[in-house]
């Protein structure tokens, strides 16, 4: 793969990207497919089995599987070897967390551990903390959690409440609590964000032991059952003075940088969701019959699986996209350098809101076609398809709710844009430009090539995301933060367009990473940009319609019209080819 590591977060939306430079789930190297094996293994060996006890709360249960997890080097897949990790890279990170997603409560608890710690301490923390707390953490000895959210300051994180106090040796004492903790019933290290006094958002390293520190019940909750959500309560607990995480005054850096990695993960971990339900509906659709055929022979069956693969199929293509394109940036300057793994999030922190957004998503409408593919027996116990279906609507709450994700894809990129680090706002005013001009440069070429129509489309989209987001910033201008709606829709054409070129792309690389399936690739490309289309349009006519009137008006969605002009293909077809060869296979077809 030629993904360089000069290419920018959001550049794809200015200009076309040749498709030998996105990093594809194809292009896995070995050793990342034994890493991933050994990942699938472990599921479905030693944590499906162990599901009911974890459901029952033992967490000495889930201890065991964290240690375990340790031993197999799946907690430190991406951890510098100095720390007990692995070393490998980003992408390894994605390969272990699409493994390890379908095991929902499980999955719960091991993102905290090496997402929601593991990275803070590597990002921001000191040599003698990373050494202090690192490979005790990577080896599963000891247990982390994040402490973020209050029962007052959820979405609003920054308006914390917690407190903390320097006393006269130094050490600090910290008072609150904090609520929906992930681990919170059996944590041993915790990252805790307080203010001192009352006034400096601060991170804290935080021993579970430590004087003060206790948590509360157990939640009692719609899913997750098997995954442990305290409050963690503080009054008046010690904590060493050593113990700041990052500086004083700046713990919204560690804050938002964990929570980049965090969404950019749970992406990966909801691509792995959805390929395990795409597997239990292929199997239960073949065996189960009705009207004397079995129900994967019935058109709306197949429509519904067809559908589910190519959902999933854009999804991990952007995943894998983002995870090539973070792995490009810490080439060189060392994946090892906490420092520079924080500023690779950060670059590309629109792209992990997308991957968040558009993965929870995802993964919810394949859950519920899951269950309507089971029937009665999706809605008991007995199956699988209830319990995925109850664990996974948390993932479009937290980690940043995807209302707050969706403000911030275009915000982040207009604030990107005011800084001069992308060229949006010539690009919108060339845009301009051109849709006065009499007439649009023509489509084809006459030597068309496989998904050179997408193509055309997805720069379609390119171009309506601009014109949107550009008229937003002329019709609002600083107040542009208040108008959410248009920011939804801006937001939504911006998730569409990079999930419908990463489908693409991975498409047209296929006919060298994937010649057997090119067809297969090319079918789930095709059906997703042309259903995407549609989309992009619904929310470009809704956003500009809430943003001029009379001619004004006119005029935008006559140029919306010239640049709209894809002819729709027979997705009836596509899906079916999908379906079929899912059915085959009885698994998703593309690994
Ligand atoms: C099972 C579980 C595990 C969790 N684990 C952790 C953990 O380990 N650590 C941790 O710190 N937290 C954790 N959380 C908390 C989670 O991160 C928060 O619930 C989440 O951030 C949302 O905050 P809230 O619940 O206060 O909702 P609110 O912020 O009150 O939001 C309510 C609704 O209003 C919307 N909303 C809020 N503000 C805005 C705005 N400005 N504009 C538009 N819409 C808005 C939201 O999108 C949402 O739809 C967990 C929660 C659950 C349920």
């Given amino acids: ?48 089995p162990a599901l009911p006890a974890l459901e029952q709360k033992h967490w000495s249960r889930a201890r065991e599987l964290v240690v375990r997890a340790g031993e197999l080097g799946l907690i ?75 029962s007052g300051s959820g979405s609003d994180a920054l308006g914390a409440r917690a407190r903390a106090v320097r006393a006269a040796d130094g050490s600090w004492r910290l008072s609150g609590e904090k609520m929906w903790i992930t681990n919170g019933g059996f944590a041993d290290v915790i990252i805790i964000f307080a203010k001192v006094d009352g006034e400096h958002f601060t991170a804290f390293i935080v021993e579970k032991s430590f004087p003060g520190v206790s948590s509360g019940n157990e939640e009692h ?67 189960r019959k009705q009207f004397g055929h079995s129900i994967a022979s019935f058109g709306a069956i197949r429509h519904k699986v067809g559908e589910m693969t190519a959902r999933t199929y854009a999804i991990e293509s952007l995943v894998y996209r983002t995870g090539g394109l973070i792995d490009a940036a810490l080439h060189g300057s060392g994946a090892s350098n906490g420092a520079a793994v924080a500023q690779a999030f950060e670059e590309y922190a629109v792209e992990a809101s997308i991957a968040k957004v558009a993965g929870t998503e995802t993964l919810d409408y394949v859950l519920d076609e899951n269950v309507q593919i089971h029937g009665g027996n999706g809605f008991v116990k007995d199956y699988s398809a209830e319990r995925y279906y109850r664990d996974a609507r948390v993932n479009r709450i937290f980690e940043g709710t995807n209302e707050i994700n969706r403000l911030l894809i275009p915000g982040m990129l207009i604030r990107r844009a005011l800084k001069g680090e992308l060229p949006l706002i010539a690009a919108a005013k060339q845009l301009q430009d051109e849709l006065l ?88 490309a095709r059906c997703y940009v042309n259903d995407a289309a549609q989309r992009v349009e619904h929310a470009a006519r809704s956003g500009l319609a809430a943003m001029a009137e009379g001619d004004n008006l006119r005029t935008l969605l006559a140029a919306l019209r010239r640049l709209m002009k894809n002819t729709p293909v027979n997705t009836v077809e596509l899906r079916r080819r999908l379906a079929d060869a899912t059915f085959d296979r009885r698994r998703y077809i593309f690994d």
């Fill in 437 to 524: 001009a009499p007439s649009l440069t023509s489509r084809t070429t006459g030597d068309e090539q496989p998904l050179d129509e997408e193509m055309r489309t997805v720069g379609a989209f390119k171009k309506i995301a601009l014109m949107v987001v550009g008229t937003a910033m002329q019709t609002y201008g600083q107040k542009l933060n208040d108008e959410q709606e248009v920011l939804g829709y801006a937001a939504d054409i911006l998730i569409e367009t990079y999930a419908a070129e990463s489908a693409v792309l991975r498409a047209r690389a296929a006919t060298v990473t994937d010649r057997q399936r090119v067809e297969l690739h090319q079918a789930a």
């Fill in 76 to 150: 430190g897949t991406d951890v510098p070897e100095r720390f007990g990790g692995v070393g490998l890279d980003k992408v390894a990170a994605i390969v272990v967390g699409e493994a390890i997603g379908p095991s929902a409560s499980f999955a719960t608890t091991f993102g905290a551990q090496t997402g929601l710690v593991i990275i803070p301490i590597l990002c921001f923390g000191t040599e003698a903390q990373q050494q202090k707390y690192l490979p005790r953490i990577v080896s599963g000895e000891l247990i982390g959690a994040y402490c973020l959210s209050e």
């Fill in 221 to 287: 909750k719609m899913g997750l059952h098997g995954s442990s959500t305290t409050p963690i309560v503080l009054q008046d607990a010690r904590v060493p003075a050593d113990n700041v995480l990052g500086e004083v005054g700046k713990g919204h850096k560690v804050a938002l940088n964990t929570l980049n990695f965090g969404r950019f993960k749970l992406g990966g971990m909801s691509a792995g969701g959805c390929r395990a339900a795409i597997a239990a509906s292929a199997a239960y659709a073949v065996a």
């Fill in 1 to 48: 793969m030629t993904t360089t590591a000069t290419a920018r977060g959001g550049d794809w939306l200015i200009g076309d990207v040749p498709a030998d430079a996105v990093f594809t789930r194809e292009q896995l190297s070995d050793e990342h497919r034994l890493v991933g094996r050994t990942a699938e293994e472990f599921v479905e060996q030693e944590v499906t």
